[in-house]
């Protein structure tokens, strides 16, 4: 199955609250939204409560992001202790709202080389999910996004090696992030093909077009994200791959225009034949 839909509240919704943004979300004929705590976790335990009712009442699939000020790469144990209990405290309301994975960008190299940074990764993600089982949030996965610049850790190849070593972590594509990464090129099949030893039930994906800048032959760093009809990176070959190897994937539309992206993604698969529920 697929699900489409917002990073945040719609553009089209006038409430500016979580719950107003599903209840928009679900009268456009979209089936996903994604929790959105930019700067802090604002919402009680309650509200997250309440958002996932009416969420299941009205068949839209929740995700949450955490907090951008992450780093589980920072030699800092303060910074560290504070970045762990921010993706602690989305976990949290991702378990009250039923949602199924709780996504953040794991950290910058800084002055560790790559295998330094995949151990300090791999041992906060452990820290984490032992937190998590010893509190009792079920059902939430812990999602390490791809990231789009070359100084950070998050390039497909490291997420997956966490994802194989770490029990409750699961990799979340953004396809933009990894084109401007590699500079502009982005080879779909080839990134299934990687995922495929995962054995995931259900892939979680953020999707808009990006400008980037290049660094080097097949390296760059995005700089700013983009209406989809960019076609940087392109939608269309996305949708037959997904529809050829019968994916079951969220596309959650990062795009400036949020949900009028989400609903063009959605005519592009209706287009190529896809029947949504």
């Known amino acids: 199955m697929i699900f489409l839909g917002p990073a945040g509240v719609p553009l ?40 996932g009712e009416l969420a299941e009442k009205l068949n839209v699939r929740l995700s949450v992001h955490c907090p951008y000020f992450v780093n589980l790469c920072s030699p800092d144990e303060e910074k560290l202790e504070a970045s762990k209990k921010r993706i602690l ?31 300090a990764v791999k041992r906060s993600c452990e820290d984490i999910v032992d937190q998590m089982k010893s509190r ?25 090696k966490i994802c194989k070593e770490v029990d409750g ?8 992030h990894m084109f401007a990464r590699g500079g502009g090129k ?11 030893p995962l054995k995931l039930k259900h892939l979680h994906t953020h999707f808009t077009g990006v400008e ?3 660094v080097g032959p097949g390296r ?16 269309e070959p996305l949708a037959r791959e997904i529809l050829r190897r019968k994916i079951d994937i969220t596309i959650i539309s990062e795009s400036p225009i949020l949900e009028k992206d989400a609903l063009e993604m959605k005519r592009v698969l209706q287009g190529l034949g896809y029947r949504f529920r």
């Not at 009792?136 to 997956?160: H, N, P």
């Not at 982005?186 to 495929?196: S, V």
Request: proline content about 3%; glycine content about 10%.
């Open 169 to 176: 972590c699961a990799p979340v594509v953004d396809w933009a």
């Open 89 to 119: 405290d989305s976990v949290e309301r991702a378990h009250f709202m039923r949602a199924d994975v709780a996504v953040f960008h794991p950290g910058f190299y800084g002055k560790l080389s790559q295998e330094q940074a995949h151990g």
């Open 220 to 235: 760059g760093n995005e700089k700013h994200h983009l209406e989809i009809k960019s076609n940087k990176p392109p939608f």
């Open 186 to 196: 982005i080879d779909y099949a080839k990134i299934f093909d990687e995922l495929g």
């Open 212 to 214: 980037f800048s290049t």
């Open 12 to 51: 089209a919704s006038e409430e500016r609250s979580t719950a107003a943004g599903i209840m928009c979300v679900a009268d456009l004929g979209l089936n996903a939204f994604e929790c959105e705590f930019v700067r802090r976790v604002g919402m009680n335990n309650d509200t997250a409560r309440e958002v």
């Open 136 to 160: 009792g949030m079920k059902g939430v996965r812990l999602g390490l996004e791809t990231t789009g610049k070359q100084t950070t850790f998050g390039t497909l190849g490291e997420i997956i």
